[in-house]
């Protein structure tokens, strides 16, 4: 195949998001006067439901199933996310959480080897740009941004991944995808992706076959991954080379 275009997932793939969203839903929560608190373990529980809103009312359904009785209920989710977004947008402004080792490689790396750019995420765009307006990756190196609005059906659909490859043009065999749950792979494999995943603590036990490889992270030359599966071909990082061998 010849390697047309990187589709990568945001939020665990590009950085480690998911404990400054955790505390934006808390903070929020809190905000509108509920004492809902998710630690860490139940939101990793929670995080098996893509998309805060569909999560919110997950955990009121297990926690609070009252709740889903109460008239206007999507309406009041719809603004404690909306808030959660808010708070979100504040941590992250300015670099609050840094890109995972190698992102900045391999995404300035594609770019000089006229190897597309994309993002399928099921977070919103507003989230995905104050997410990288504190890094020297701008968003309008991504030919395509596909967000959450953009679907109905969320993450392990493959629909993001389809409508992303819809856009570019392209079809699977020639993009790749990067992911660090199971979700988003399932997402990316309904899709007919090759996919690279790289784990972070909230998605590492996930069951990750099917992947091309597993690696702790994309590798820097002086910070080589941990191969958790896959053949790594010798290779200490990710790179373009070497992802034109795993598209193979
Ligand atoms: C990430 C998500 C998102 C974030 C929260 O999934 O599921 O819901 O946790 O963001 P993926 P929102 O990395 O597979 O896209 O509150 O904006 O949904
Ligand atoms: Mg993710």
């Not at 091309?212 to 790594?232: M, Y």
Request: glycine share 12%; charged share 25%; hydrophobic share 40%.
């Amino acid at each position: 195949m010849t390697l047309q275009a990187l589709i990568f997932d945001v939020d665990g793939t590009l950085a480690d998001t998911e404990e400054a969203h955790r505390l934006a839903f808390n903070a929020s929560f809190q905000d509108f006067g509920y004492d809902w608190t998710w630690d860490r373990g139940l939101y990793k529980s929670l995080l098996k439901v893509t998309g805060g809103r569909a999560r919110i009312r997950h955990y009121l359904s297990q926690r609070h199933p009252d709740m889903l009785e109460k008239p206007g209920l999507d309406d009041r989710i719809v603004e404690i996310h909306k808030h959660k977004t808010r708070l979100y947008g504040e941590t992250l402004a300015g670099g609050g959480v840094p890109l995972r080792p190698g992102v900045e490689r391999l995404i300035g790396e594609a770019r000089s080897s006229g190897v597309a750019l994309a993002l399928a995420t099921t977070t919103t765009r507003s989230n995905v740009g104050a997410l990288l307006s504190g890094t020297a990756v701008p968003t309008d190196w991504f030919e395509v941004m596909g967000t959450g609005e953009w679907v109905e059906n969320l993450k392990p659909a493959p629909d993001i991944y389809v409508r992303v490859m819809e856009k570019l043009g392209l079809g699977p065999g020639e993009c790749l995808a990067f992911e660090d749950s199971e979700n988003g792979l399932r997402a990316a494999l309904g899709a007919g992706l090759g996919v690279i995943v790289t784990p972070v603590s909230y998605t590492e036990d996930g069951d990750f076959s099917g992947a091309r490889c597993v690696f702790s992270d994309l590798g820097e030359p002086d910070r080589p991954f941990k191969v958790l599966a896959g053949d790594s071909h010798g290779r200490t990082l990710v790179d373009v080379g070497f992802l034109r061998i795993l598209g193979n």
